[in-house]
């Protein structure tokens, strides 16, 4: 079994900051990539930002400039800094993840994608 496990949500204020964090567990063969989507009430779930094993990094366009997604592989762990937040940031956060996992027979499953439940983020004009 593998979890997703989010952290950091919560209210702001506009042009403030937050730090989302998503520790992945279980049995975890490798991890690909990881990042964060957003979908905020009556829209597409839609990228925020993502980083790959290389590692190499994606940003939708609505953050670039203002949000920064980090790793630690140590951890299993990736990091949305969010600055200058607006009120269109508003939105439940979901971490999601591109895993080779194994099982109990040591078979290897690859590709798999993996979310997390979401977490809050609301931003207050």
């Known amino acids: 079994q593998v979890q997703l496990v989010e952290s950091g949500g919560g209210l702001v204020q506009s042009g403030g900051s937050l730090r989302l964090s998503c520790a992945a567990s279980?049995?975890?063969?490798?991890?690909?990539?990881m990042g964060w989507y957003r979908q905020a009430p009556g829209k597409q779930r839609e990228l925020v930002a993502s980083v790959t094993s290389d590692p190499r990094t994606t940003y939708g366009e609505p953050v670039k400039g203002r949000f920064t997604i980090s790793r630690d592989n140590a951890r299993n762990t990736v990091y949305l800094q969010m600055n200058s937040l607006k009120p269109a940031d508003t939105a439940v956060y979901y971490c999601n993840a591109n895993l080779d996992v194994t099982n109990d027979q040591a078979d290897v499953s690859y590709g798999g994608d993996y979310w997390g439940k979401g977490t809050l983020v609301t931003v207050s004009s």
């Open positions: 279980g049995s975890i063969f490798r991890i690909n990539a």
